[in-house]
């Protein structure tokens, strides 16, 4: 198993760090000489090592986007080939070959009519394009008066301004308010938490009902992930994407799925929507575009959605000088080579099934109340009570996840996430070339480390 003893060498990065550089999400005043920074150095296939050495399995794909594996030294020698070539073009009026070849590729893997590629930098760029094109589209229609957004409340969506208004977790909206108008949360499909007598079409009534409400002829768009991410890997309920579209058609509304995460196989196919079986009007994704060896996103359009700006002299009035840039490109074609080649979809399908059993043996512990998700793409909801699903309060939330389980998971080898913006919840999605080894290992690390959270912590 990996362990990861800290020996302290002193490589002067710490203190840098603490010094100069401002890490995200991060609290800084938290990192003191008793505090080290956890500095990742090098990686490989499905491990990365700190910069004392110590090895630890990426259960976490990195943020969700190594979905290939570290190490893949081809990705590099694409990189060095295109910076021989072409080291950048920009999409500002001009195009070059492989942002050309990449949105045909992506295009003819994507379902249905989405056949036009937009690309961005990342996912919170290409989630707020979609919603700028989404209004955009509707005015172009004579239709201006469609500008609100419907999310799910605590769903993530990026942290731009516009993503922002799309994201429904309070914590990361209060601080920046006011927000861009038009953003309209509904519930999410936190199956878990519902009463028993709740129907399966609930969640999606209501955002029917949201929609009616607010009045039809001022809503854009609605947007949702396949499998939500924050709160903890929501499923949705069987048919619930098809009345979703159907709310949608009723009401001259575009469906954005957010698939930032789902796409690029963590549910075991190309794009999450082929799992649940909809076909959305805009897809957004980033991430594992390139298997994280490069900053790239995209929004990918119906011809629909695309077609007002495709003729005379109409243009989408929007961009971003890198987008497309043509080493991302060039890194994203050898990451679908890859994706091909060693079919890393029917992988994630063949072996879900063993990851998630793994997990599901943790039930016989006190304090894991659900496992759920989708692929390679899982969640544990940690709770006080079994039976009565009772879960924890903000201070002991606090010393669960932070004063415990992230520093001992890290120090015992498994790097995931331990996520209180929903319910408490430990979050698991490893690189999608993970095996019954690494499966072995994160069992046997979440068992040790939920049995002493449960008795140093909980009880
Ligand atoms: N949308 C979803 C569903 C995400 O999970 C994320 C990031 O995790 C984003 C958008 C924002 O992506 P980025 O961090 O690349 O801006």
Redesign the pocket.
């Known amino acids: 198993m990996a362990t990861a003893a800290s020996q302290s060498v002193d490589t002067g990065l710490q203190q840098l760090a603490r010094r100069h550089l401002w890490m995200h999400f991060s609290r800084m005043g938290g990192y003191d000489a008793d505090h080290e920074i956890p500095i990742i150095s090098r990686a490989e296939g499905c491990y990365v090592y700190d910069e004392h050495g110590n090895r630890y399995l990426d259960g976490l794909s990195g943020?969700?986007?190594v979905n290939a594996g570290h190490g893949r030294t081809e990705y590099g020698e694409a990189a060095a080939r295109q910076i021989e070539e072409l080291d950048f073009y920009t999409l500002w009026s001009y195009a070059h070959p492989r942002a050309i070849e990449l949105a045909a590729r992506i295009a003819s893997l994507a379902p249905g009519d989405l056949n036009r590629v937009f690309f961005t930098?990342?996912?919170?760029?290409?989630?707020e394009s979609a919603l700028k094109l989404a209004r955009n589209y509707h005015r172009m229609l004579g239709k201006g008066q469609k500008h609100k957004l419907i999310a799910r409340e605590v769903?993530?969506?990026?942290?731009?301004m516009g993503?922002l208004s799309a994201?429904g977790i309070t914590d990361l909206r209060t601080q920046f308010e006011p927000m861009t108008p038009g953003g309209c949360h509904v519930p999410n499909t936190n199956v878990y938490r519902w009463p028993e007598d709740r129907e399966e079409t609930w969640a999606a009534d209501a955002i029917e009902e949201r929609i009616v409400f607010e009045g039809p002829e001022s809503v854009a768009a609605v947007i949702l992930?396949p499998v939500?991410?924050?709160g903890g890997c929501f499923v949705p309920p069987d048919g619930y994407f098809q009345q979703v579209r159907e709310i949608c058609d009723r009401h001259d509304v575009l469906m954005i799925s957010?698939?930032?995460?789902?796409a690029w196989g963590r549910l075991g196919h190309y794009f999450g929507c082929e799992r649940f079986g909809y076909q959305p009007d805009i897809i957004?994704i980033?991430?594992a575009l390139t298997s994280a060896y490069a900053?790239m996103?995209a929004l990918i359009a119906s011809d629909t959605v695309a077609a007002p700006f495709m003729e005379g002299d109409a243009s989408f009035a929007h961009g971003f000088t890198f987008a497309g840039h043509p080493v991302a490109a060039a890194i994203a074609m050898a990451n679908l080579d890859v994706f091909e080649k060693e079919d890393l979809c029917g992988h994630v399908l063949a072996k879900e099934a063993e990851f998630r059993g793994m997990l599901e043996t943790l039930h016989d512990l006190p304090i894991v109340g659900d496992v759920r998700g989708a692929g390679f793409f899982q969640a544990i909801e940690m709770v006080k009570d079994k039976e009565t699903k009772e879960t924890f309060n903000e201070e002991e939330s606090e010393r669960l996840l932070r004063g415990f389980l992230s520093a001992e998971l890290y120090k015992r080898g498994l790097i995931c996430r331990a996520d209180d913006r929903g319910d408490p919840v430990i979050q698991l999605a490893p690189p999608l070339i993970s095996d019954t080894e690494q499966f072995e290992e994160i069992h046997d690390v979440l068992r040790a480390v939920l049995t002493e959270a449960w008795d140093q912590v909980v009880s």
């Open positions: 943020l969700f986007c930098n990342g996912g919170g760029e290409a989630v769903a993530y969506h990026g942290t731009t993503a994201t992930e939500q991410n924050a957010d698939e930032v995460i789902c957004t980033a991430k900053p996103g």
